[in-house]
């Protein structure tokens, strides 16, 4: 088996009313102000062509999902607010 290291920043313009709280299950998570908490994580991406322009979707079956994420072997996450 081959180890496949990516990195990914993503940097988001968020309402001033959410908030970065640390989730009880361990993780940090936005909370909003619908009540719910978003954790940031990475989502595949598939498309069928090799060429400018695909179309990329994050449609895929269930299980293959199921096998990426069993292939992940550490992940981290870390999300800091900044103020203007």
Request: charged share 30%; net charge negative.
């Amino acid at each position: 088996m081959k180890k496949l290291l990516v990195t990914i920043q993503v940097e988001l313009d968020i309402p001033d009313t959410w908030d970065l709280v640390d989730h009880p299950d361990q993780v940090q998570a936005i909370k909003m102000d619908n009540g719910q908490y978003m954790h940031m994580s990475f989502l595949p991406m598939l498309t069928s062509d090799f060429k400018a322009g695909a179309e990329w979707s994050s449609e895929c079956p269930d299980e293959f999902t199921e096998e990426v994420l069993d292939m992940v072997a550490d992940e981290e996450v870390l999300m800091k607010l900044e103020t203007n």
